[in-house]
């Protein structure tokens, strides 16, 4: 059956619904290119308008899906688990939690990508890790599963490749922030991938996508659906993104990080964060085991070990320094009352941290660490932030995406709490 492009964006437009097979044939025909670029933009805009209703959502993630291969873990003696982040500043948690999982028992495949903007790309943090490689053929990545537990590295191309050319459509005509083209657009990738069960850590706050907490949780609920609804078994926790997590954002410096994580130590959000979330992978991977006793014990960092070794990288070479270093002082005494996630991740990025469009280089040695946190009390002309990079002329607009990123009170502050809601229903 064929239709009329114009026909089903004027109906999408004007608030109607899509029917089934209408929604396989756009999909597929754009991702052929027989829909034009022009054509499905409009259709995003009007999708971001108008929404999608649950039965729609549903027939487009799973036209999402049928346009690439469909991964199979069914092979592995280990139950498959897998997270998503949706993405934040000193968002580093899949480093340690990975292994961590693994280290209980579970097989964690977590196809990852590089970064765009302000939060950071896992595989580029990795990749600061001298000889570690993020390219893996399905047969390596399956071999790895079986034998460390866990693998990061690139999602190949032929997962949803309707979703990697509509999110770069998404991205440049201001259709991104929808929540019916995010569940799509993450859970068919997660879907595809063939993990058994999912955890999403939905994040929300000043630092995240979804800045207010009623888009989180719609978010949150929406995915939670279309990843039961595919019998995948997924929970949600929505998390808070306002202050930057643990005391680095960066790429080589958030591996030193994880590391400091696994070996028992680290900032206490990035260790809270971590077992919230290996506890609820675990429990849906039908695992009875306690994450912290893997932290505790050195099983998760033998993992991580072989899990950095199996992919061609060196646990022990020391990680790259950056050539240039300079600290922000505190300009006044007082408690500190907020960190602001997104300036510090504009910085680490102006830093050179991150890349401004895809394909561009990455600095290993690049990023912001900090040295105080929200409740802690400071003296004026104490450090608060050290730059890093390899070129110091960035220096400068670096700090000016700092101006005002901390506020100060005189009284003591309650710390709010990371974990703000579960989610494991639509
Ligand atoms: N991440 C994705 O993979 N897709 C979106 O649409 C937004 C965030």
């Not at 302000?118 to 399905?138: F, Y």
């Not at 790895?144 to 949803?160: H, K």
């Amino acid at each position: 059956m064929s239709y009329d492009a114009v026909e089903l964006i004027r109906a999408k437009r004007d608030g109607g619904t899509l029917g089934d097979e209408a929604i396989e044939w756009l999909v597929r025909n754009y991702t052929d290119g027989l829909v034009t670029a022009e054509q499905m933009a409009a259709m995003a805009m009007a999708i971001y308008f108008r929404g999608l209703d649950p039965r729609e959502l549903s027939t487009w993630t799973a036209a999402m899906i049928g346009t690439g291969e469909r991964m199979d873990f069914s092979s592995l003696s280990r139950p498959t688990v897998d997270k998503h982040s949706t993405g934040g500043v000193g968002d580093k948690i899949t480093l340690p939690l990975a292994p961590l999982v693994a280290a209980c028992g579970a097989a964690v495949p977590q196809l990852s990508g590089r970064g765009l903007g302000h939060t950071g790309g896992t595989l580029d943090k990795l990749e600061a890790i001298p000889g570690w490689r993020a390219e893996l053929s399905n047969a390596e990545m399956l071999r790895q599963l079986e034998t460390v537990g866990a693998v990061i590295c690139a999602a190949g191309s032929g997962l949803a490749p309707a979703d990697k050319k509509l999110y770069a459509l998404r991205d440049v005509t201001g259709t991104v922030e929808s929540i019916p083209m995010i569940s799509a657009s993450i859970m068919s990738k997660k879907i595809a991938e063939g993990t058994a069960a999912l955890v999403l850590d939905v994040k929300t706050g000043a630092g995240a996508f979804m800045r207010r907490r009623e888009d989180a949780t719609a978010l949150a609920r929406t995915m939670v659906g279309l990843g039961q609804a595919a019998g995948v078994e997924t929970v949600a926790l929505v998390t808070a993104m306002s202050t930057p997590l643990g005391r680095s954002a960066g790429n080589a410096v958030e591996v030193a990080e994880s590391v400091e994580v696994l070996a028992g130590g680290g900032p206490s959000d990035v260790v809270e964060l971590t077992l919230a979330l290996a506890r609820e992978m675990l429990a849906c991977a039908g695992i009875d085991a306690d994450p912290a006793d893997a932290l505790a014990s050195g099983r998760a960092m033998d993992t991580w070990r072989a899990m950095i070794a199996a992919q061609g990288g060196d646990p022990d070479a020391p990680l790259p320094v950056a050539r240039h270093t300079e600290t922000v002082a505190a300009d006044q005494e007082g408690v500190l009352a907020s960190m602001d996630a997104m300036a510090v991740g504009l910085a680490a990025w102006r830093l050179g941290a991150g890349r401004a469009k895809q394909g561009d280089p990455v600095q290993a040695a690049a990023g912001v660490t900090w040295h105080v946190g929200v409740g802690d009390r400071v003296r004026k002309g104490d450090p608060l932030f050290t730059l890093h990079t390899d070129t110091p002329e960035r220096f400068d607009r670096a700090r000016q995406a700092l101006d005002g990123a901390v506020t100060y009170t005189a009284a003591d502050v309650v710390v709010p709490p990371l974990v703000l809601e579960r989610i494991d229903r639509p």
